[in-house]
């Protein structure tokens, strides 16, 4: 079974601190995405990487920024948090080339920047 | 970019009744389909996909979606709902010639009444 794992499940962070969001996938996927996910706006895509050092702007890049070091980990860092950061940030893999390959989650985690 | 209409955002329902939750996607162009559910905190999980083929998609859970490309829809359907189905449902689409970006609705809370 694939599994994607993320660093944590509930995380409280001060306005104005920076935040290191961590996804891991254990099943070689070379597509990894970062979405949030808001009540009545469903899933947003933040940022997404195909490859190594490879990212690409979703719908909703500002205020925060990704990196890929390797294949297997993509990380979201919000470079200084906003309450209006406040969401439920969800992490997802697929394989390459193939957009038919369902995209596999990890259980999300619920930022609160109080 | 694609455009996925969730036409019911909250949908309650008696336990064994039948239920329909509805998709609409804006794209002329070939797409993939997808239906997923997110039971309370956790990630999302997919419930089944259209690739090609059969119209009629079978799914996890005794869930079921049709395609209809004259209608761009993707209905899901299940004949007898139980009490383990209240979830949130997302409905997401992805375009056969862009590659891997997935489009998702904003998603329909299902509620079954004992």
């Known amino acids: 079974d694939v599994k994607v794992t993320q660093s944590s499940r509930y995380l409280v962070k001060r306005t104005g601190e920076k935040v290191f969001l961590e996804c891991v996938q254990d099943?070689?996927?070379?597509?990894m995405f970062w979405y949030r996910q808001d009540p009545g706006l469903g899933l947003r895509l933040i940022y997404f990487?195909?490859?190594?050092?490879?990212?690409e702007k979703g719908d909703i890049p500002e205020g925060y920024s990704v990196s890929r070091e390797k294949k297997e980990r993509f990380s979201l860092i919000l470079e200084s948090a906003s309450t209006n950061q406040t969401s439920m940030y969800l992490c997802?893999?697929?394989?390459?080339?193939?957009?038919?390959?369902?995209?596999?989650f990890g259980p999300g985690t619920r930022l609160t920047v109080t | 970019a694609q455009s996925v209409t969730q036409l019911d955002s909250q949908v309650p329902v008696f336990e064994e009744a039948p239920v329909e939750l509805r998709c609409n996607y804006s794209?002329?162009?070939?797409?993939?389909l997808f239906w997923y559910v997110q039971y309370p905190n956790q990630g999302l999980q997919l419930l089944l996909k259209?690739?090609?083929?059969?119209?009629l998609v079978k799914g996890i859970n005794g869930f079921e979606a049709e395609f209809n490309k004259s209608q761009t829809s993707f209905h899901l359907r299940k004949p007898s709902v139980h009490i383990s189905d209240t979830a949130e449902y997302f409905c997401?689409?992805?375009?056969?010639?862009?590659?891997?970006?997935?489009?998702f609705g904003t998603g329909t809370s299902l509620t079954v009444i004992p």
């Open positions: 997802a893999s697929s394989l390459q080339g193939a957009p038919s390959y369902e995209q596999y």
């Open positions: 997401a689409v992805s375009e056969i010639s862009t590659g891997n970006q997935f489009y």
């Open positions: 259209y690739l090609s083929g059969s119209t």
């Open positions: 099943m070689d996927h070379e597509n």
């Open positions: 794209s002329s162009v070939s797409v993939y």
């Open positions: 990487s195909y490859d190594v050092k490879m990212k």
